[in-house]
């Protein structure tokens, strides 16, 4: 997704889409969105992913020409392990997170979490992380708003951009049918994050055209009856090997909604 913007606005693209989804067996799928963000002689990443998806992130950095040091700042909404561990990546960027959520996440003891603990160590220790409290502008048109609920500390980002706002929801809300019902599964608090989605609602509802970017589904925009429609299309499929060689595979597609 690109936005047609003037000069002075940022470029928005989503470089790896969230998927709405987690495996059966085998715990989270940790597929979380990352989002480029440039203007303002910035070049933002937005949420960083998991292990996984490293070489797709590089392929997709290489296609529009930036160098992980050409990375200038990295703005984590939580940190969840698909969120925050490849900031390690950007040696030049300075990370950005939630004062709130750091101090608690870094207070949590090891544990069978979400917490990259050895990484959320680095994060609240590091001299070129940054912490950001609520309603904060800390980047030109950039502000944070808490979002508690899925973990203490969770910020929603919105970007103000060519008469339209962006927002990026991370967890607070992970997907359209967390939106529509306004119920937010894996949750450190139910009620908050209620609280939460009712303030996502009214950012979003607050100019027309607005656009929204979950932690784990496609951006959506919405109609003229407030429904969250997607923009784009969802990209998504693993292959397998059921077979007796290695030359013989198949194709799972996971894209149909």
């Known amino acids: 997704m690109q936005n047609n913007v003037k000069k002075e606005d940022y470029k928005v693209d989503v470089l790896i889409q969230g998927f709405p989804g987690r495996a059966v067996c085998h715990g989270g799928l940790g597929w979380s969105t990352v989002t480029l963000i440039r203007g303002q002689n910035r070049n933002i990443l937005l949420d960083v992913g998991a292990f996984g998806i490293r070489k797709p992130l590089q392929m997709k950095l290489k296609e529009f020409g930036i160098d992980p040091n050409d990375i200038t700042d990295v703005i984590l909404t939580h940190a969840h392990y698909d969120h925050t561990v490849n900031f390690v990546l950007f040696p030049k960027a300075t990370v950005w997170i939630g004062h709130e959520e750091i101090k608690w996440a870094a207070a949590q003891e090891p544990g069978f979490n979400p917490l990259p603990e050895l990484y959320v160590q680095e994060l609240a220790h590091s001299s070129r992380v940054k912490r950001i409290m609520d309603k904060e502008e800390f980047l030109p048109r950039i502000t944070a708003y ?112």
């Open 146 to 257: 808490a979002v508690p609920g899925h973990t203490p500390g969770h910020l929603l980002f919105v970007l103000e951009n060519d008469g339209i706002d962006i927002l990026f929801t991370g967890d607070s809300a992970k997907n359209r049918a967390e939106l529509l019902s306004r119920l937010v599964v894996d949750t450190e608090d139910i009620d908050l994050s209620a609280q939460s989605i009712e303030l996502i609602w009214k950012k979003w509802q607050s100019k027309p055209g607005n656009l929204l970017i979950p932690g784990h589904d496609l951006t959506m925009k919405l109609d003229s009856t407030d429904r969250p429609v997607y923009v784009g299309k969802r990209d998504a499929s693993i292959r397998v090997w059921f077979n007796e060689t290695v030359e013989t595979s198949e194709v799972i597609d996971l894209s149909h909604a």
